[in-house]
């Protein structure tokens, strides 16, 4: 079959941009070598409906070895009893659990999307504010910080049946243990949405929400540093609260339900190619290696938001505890919309975020979010943060003078040769 060099060009068109620019999306990182030739491997042929041991078809005895090994890997990162690693998607994850907990118009409490939640936590355009009947909590508006007392309100309130912590834009860490005490008095479950931190809580960087937390949910990228996917865990599985029983009349584990409402609930075949790499992400944080990482990426950020401040940015909640910070540009007279338009010229990749009390749209915004897991990756450290600042800086001040951006952009290609990415792919 002949080659199609159509699509292989646009694959190192690719390749060339991740090279040369600055990536500060918050959800984006870069894999080892070792992951991405994993996700092309041969088990991308293999159907393997069910779990291993108990699958549908038959030939499974070699993937059967793989996604145990991802499970046994990432029961062991995070000390838990239940690991599933199939989900597409963390959007996926949410949604298996959502199928195993909740009936169609049961009441979730979630942070509001528009101060840093998650479309899958009770957004009106998503399944999990169509399906379910969701409530907000949002941040205080003078701090940046979880409103805790309003989540503890609006809980008492509307007793939800599942409380969600965890957000897409937020750089603070979680009172899980907080969430989990309101949540027992008003008989919720909770489950929390680890997405973006899920690499530095894994090296106990940040709080433990396993044992506060009924299901704990993840992707696999972002912080983890895996491919693009899902995973659901639990450290302590525990029998349903519904009253659901196997064929034999025994009460049905959370475990059984979770598995079920991945598969048949909600996906088919899960992808044994990306699964394998999956496990071997999941071998690479285990090691001393990924500690050294995971340490340094809190101290790039908070170098970062350091740099920021001093150039009279507007951090919500004035810092960060994890990898990300989200930035309030109405001082600086500029959209969010247009500083991911501006910093594109210059090739620095960030994205255009809502920020809390946002007086412009979704499609515009007032702010912008910046990560640093995937300059990390590159080698970058505390000292490069002031140029990653410094160029974001002057390309936003700039951002009508197309010579300047052109300049900043030159600069950022030539600092960026300093840390190769995927030399071996030349």
Known sequence: MQRDTLVFDIIRKELERQRHGIELIASENF?????????GNVMTNKYAEGYPGRRYYGGCEIVDQTEQLAIDRLKQI?????????????????AAVCLAVLQAGDDILGLDLSM???????????????????????VIRETGYVDYEMLEAKAREVK?????????????????????????????????????????????????PFDHCHFVTSTTHKTLRGPRGGIIMMRKDFENPFGLTDTKGNIRMMSNLLDMAVFP???GGPLEHVIAAKAIAFGEILSEEYTVYA?????????????????DYHIISNGTDNHLMLIDLRNKNISGKKAEQVLGVADITANKNMVPFDDKSAFVTSGVR????????RGMKENDMQFVVNAIDTSLMNAGDEAI???????????MAQFPLYPEMD
């Open 116 to 138: 840093g939640g998650h479309l899958t936590h009770g957004s009106a355009v998503n399944f999990s504010g169509k399906l379910y009947k969701p409530h907000f909590y949002g």
């Open 265 to 267: 609930g909600i996906q």
């Open 160 to 208: 939800p049946k599942m409380i969600i912590c965890g957000a897409s834009a937020y750089s603070r860490d979680w009172d899980y243990a907080r969430i989990r005490k309101v949540a027992d008095e008003v008989g919720a479950l909770v489950m929390a949405d680890i997405a973006h931190p899920a690499g530095l809580i894994a090296k106990g960087l940040l709080n433990d």
């Open 405 to 415: 951006l052109k300049k900043v952009k030159q600069q950022v290609n030539e600092y």
């Open 370 to 377: 910046f990560g640093v897991a995937a300059l990390t990756t």
């Open 31 to 39: 894999t080892s070598l070792q992951v991405m030739q994993a996700m």
């Open 78 to 94: 995070f000390n838990l009893e239940y690991a599933n690693v199939q989900p597409h998607s963390g959007a996926q994850a949410n």
């Open 295 to 311: 340490k340094q990426v809190i101290s790039n950020a908070q170098a970062m938001a350091k740099a920021f401040v001093e150039k």
